[in-house]
């Protein structure tokens, strides 16, 4: 927590009956907390789901997560039980690991990544949050694990519209930097990438800002009718994959187009 945050209210828990599961998308990911303080209104595909699914009433039941206060035993447990371990775990696809203002989700996660550690499991992670300076501490942490922000402007008035609970974009590059200069694998993703009719922004702005990072994804944004993908969109989408797969190529930075 930095001076100045509110002091955290103690989150309530929840109990779950397995934690480490693969996705649909094909990797293992852990979601230790329902819910998430970021409330991004892109929407946030996670809680269409939850809401869909009946496990949270609304946006503001979203806002307020509860933590899965058996996830450290049930990790425990699975890791025993299962006879092939993970390549990698993922944290999180459907909460935030380092969510702000909830200092016991960041310190779960961490321990979690502690133990997969232990098994020679790296984690690759990914926050709105502020990725902490613990992460680089290669005793606690062994693996060589991904250290990933999501990072779609620098407008702050953006951030505030659009995910108003995350950090400022600032505190969150500052933090990857961090880690990137203790000699830990990096990663940004831009997702959803805002088109004009959202906000006027220069890309290259924000790729300069995370140049000394070893991984790039980029992608459009979805689930939002003021977005429209007709042809435009997809010229726009098409120019600015072209500027992310150059600007990559010329620092030798890993590039990802979704
Ligand atoms: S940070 Fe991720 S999980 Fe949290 S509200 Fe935003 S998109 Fe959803």
Redesign the pocket.
């Known amino acids: 927590m930095d001076v100045g945050d509110p002091l955290p209210k103690p989150l309530d828990a929840i109990e779950r009956k397995s934690l480490l599961y693969r996705s649909g998308l094909g990797f293992h990911c852990i979601n230790h907390a329902l819910g998430?303080s970021?409330?991004?209104r892109?929407p946030?595909?996670?809680?269409l789901m939850a809401r869909h699914h009946g496990r949270v009433r609304d946006y503001d039941e979203?806002c307020r997560p509860r933590i899965v206060g058996n996830a450290l035993a049930l990790l425990d447990r699975e890791l025993t039980r299962k006879r092939v371990l993970p390549d990698e775990v993922h944290l999180?696809l459907?909460?935030?690991p380092f969510?702000v203002g909830h200092p016991e989700v960041g310190e779960m996660s961490l321990a979690i990544i502690e133990r997969l550690n232990r098994c020679e499991i790296p984690c690759s992670v990914l926050t709105?949050g502020r990725l902490p300076a613990e992460l680089a501490d290669r005793r606690r942490f062994p693996c060589d694990n991904t250290h990933g922000i999501?990072l779609v402007s620098l407008d702050e008035g953006f951030r505030r519209e659009w995910?108003p609970g995350?950090a400022p974009y600032g505190e969150r590059i500052a933090a990857l930097r961090r880690l990137h200069a203790a000699g830990r694998r990096t990663r940004v993703h831009i997702e959803p990438y805002p088109t004009p009719d959202i906000i006027v922004q220069d890309l290259s702005a924000v790729l300069a800002e995370v140049a000394f990072v070893d991984h790039i994804y980029f992608s459009g944004w979805n689930y939002n009718p003021r977005v429209s993908r007709d042809g435009a969109t997809e010229a726009f989408y098409h120019a600015q994959s072209r500027s992310v797969r150059r600007f990559c190529a010329g620092r030798e930075i890993e590039c990802e187009i979704g």
Do not use: V
């Open positions: 998430c970021h409330g991004c892109y946030c595909y996670a809680f979203w999180c459907t909460t935030d969510m709105k999501s995910e995350a």
